[in-house]
């Protein structure tokens, strides 16, 4: 099971970016082997896939309200997966949490179901 844990979050005004991070223990599983994920749930609603990046990061996929405003990407020598969060809204406030495949070397899964490992989340807030 990947150990993964998030940092990065806080409370930014509207406009405004932040930079998530999300780094992997060892565990049996080289880190550059997976797909990456971010998601994200709301108080009250379902959580939502916001980006992927695949085993390699040469291929990223984004939920369409993000697209142009996120980045994702991955360095493998540090096990660690990113998210840019630029023009901030206040629509992206919740808890955001990064993910792991389950499989290896697949180009980018996007729902939930496909990730076997979780972070705790980390909260980011959008103030209008």
């Known amino acids: 099971q990947v150990q993964l844990v998030e940092s990065g979050g806080g409370l930014v005004q509207a406009g405004g970016s932040l930079r998530l991070s999300c780094t992997a223990s060892a565990s049996g599983r080289t880190f550059g082997t997976y797909a990456m994920g971010w998601f994200r749930q709301a108080p009250g609603k379902e959580r939502e896939f916001v980006a992927v990046?695949?085993?390699?990061?040469?291929?990223?996929s984004y939920k369409d309200s993000v697209k142009g405003r996120f980045t994702i990407s991955r360095d493998n020598a540090r096990n660690t997966v990113y998210l840019q969060m630029n023009s901030l809204k206040p629509v992206d406030t919740a808890a955001y949490y990064c993910?792991?495949?389950?499989?290896?070397?697949?180009?980018?899964?996007?729902?939930?179901?496909?990730?076997?490992?979780w972070g705790q989340g980390t909260q980011v807030t959008v103030s209008s």
């Open positions: 993910a792991a495949d389950k499989y290896n070397y697949r180009l980018g899964p996007t729902a939930s179901i496909d990730f076997g490992s």
């Open positions: 990046i695949s085993w390699n990061g040469g291929r990223t």
